[in-house]
């Protein structure tokens, strides 16, 4: 018998007013969890908080964190907190080493002084860097190339320490390019400025921006447009859930991949943007953007068989057509 019942549990979810963490949390809900968010809105929104409560709160102020810690328990911290924009990071990185890393330190040294040693971290593949082979697997080499992707990196090395020293576990998460939406409609993904390309796209199909602008048809690749892995935001959440049931009964830190192991290009998703909203998408070639690696795709057999994680949402087709119905409601 497991030594825990996990509708017996208490999750923090840290971002749950994000993309991501608000599916998490209506995720929790689902499952019997109960759930806290904390999140100071920075980049969420309060309205996408529906399942459970919301706690206003800046990582900045570590005093502020530690009292809440020291006025609540939890068994679970979820750390979907961050700033996420790699051109941002390029021109302030102050504001992401501030807010990525040394926010995040705020959060750990509260949850140690309290005794709270479960933790799982939200992280991206642009920990990698330039890919030096793929798929990408998680011992390929860490060199980010852009201070998100190094603030992020900072966070895994400063956890692996902080096991080391006092025995903080945690499941690090690497997504590769979260989209879709809830299947219900209810929650979508909602980014200032949005930069990413389904709901880039989609604003094109609803007529909110002219033109998809895409950077480069020449790169070696089938369609000479760049691939990259997209994991549907429902199959990400299905990982922590996963996650959390390892961290509790085996008590050791581990780093997966999260993607589909696929890789479409960027004019195959306009494509099947086409198809699903059955409207045009005007779209205008430029020059490559500096950065841009051709292909981007994870190697994530080990979440399949340490975690168990079976995306149930690997087609490009229901990422579109989620995303599509959620957005339409927003609007
Ligand atoms: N979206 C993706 O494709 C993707 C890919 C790889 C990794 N990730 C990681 O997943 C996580 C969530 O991404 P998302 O797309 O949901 O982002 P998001 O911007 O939608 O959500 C982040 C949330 O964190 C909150 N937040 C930020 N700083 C805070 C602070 N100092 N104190 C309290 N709350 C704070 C924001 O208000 C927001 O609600 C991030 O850590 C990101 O690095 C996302």
């Not at 609540?72 to 501030?98: R, T």
């Not at 690090?172 to 980014?191: C, M, V």
Request: aromatic residues 10%.
């Amino acid at each position: 018998m497991k030594p825990y019942k996990m509708d017996n549990i208490k999750v923090l979810v840290v971002g749950g007013a994000g993309f991501i963490g608000s599916h998490m949390l209506k995720m929790l809900h689902k499952s019997g969890i109960h759930a806290t968010c904390l999140d100071d809105l920075s980049t969420g929104y309060r309205e996408a908080v529906r399942y459970g409560t919301l706690v206003e709160m800046d990582l900045a102020h570590a005093a502020a964190i530690e009292k809440f810690f020291a006025e609540n328990s939890f068994d679970v911290v979820m750390h979907f907190a961050s700033f996420i924009q790699v051109g941002e990071s390029v021109l302030d990185p102050a504001k992401y080493y501030q807010n990525n890393f040394i926010n995040t330190k705020n959060l750990l040294d509260a949850m140690i002084i309290h005794n709270v040693n479960n933790f799982i971290f939200s992280s991206t593949a642009a920990i990698y860097g330039d890919p030096q082979y793929t798929p990408i697997n998680e011992i390929h080499p860490k060199h980010p190339v852009n201070p998100y992707g190094r603030s992020k990196w900072m966070v895994e090395q400063m956890l692996e320490d902080y096991d080391r020293a006092y025995g903080l576990k945690s499941i690090t998460l690497r997504y590769f390019n979260a989209a879709g939406a809830d299947p219900d409609g209810e929650l979508a993904e909602r980014h200032i400025p949005e930069t990413h390309l389904i709901p880039i796209i989609l604003r094109v199909a609803a007529g909110k921006s002219p033109h998809l602008q895409i950077f480069g048809s020449d790169y070696d690749t089938p369609d000479g447009t760049c691939i990259r892995d997209y994991v549907h935001v429902e199959d990400l959440c299905s990982a922590h859930l996963l996650a959390i049931e390892k961290l509790l009964s085996e008590k050791k830190s581990r780093q997966y991949n999260l993607g589909n192991g696929q890789g479409f290009s960027v004019k195959e998703v306009v494509e099947e943007a086409g198809r699903i909203t059955k409207r045009p998408i005007a779209v205008l070639v430029s020059a490559r953007r500096p950065g841009d690696v051709p292909v981007l795709v994870a190697e994530a057999s080990l979440a399949r068989t340490e975690l168990n994680w079976h995306p149930q949402y690997s087609s490009l087709g229901d990422m579109v057509a989620h995303a599509w119905a959620a957005n339409k409601k927003l609007s």
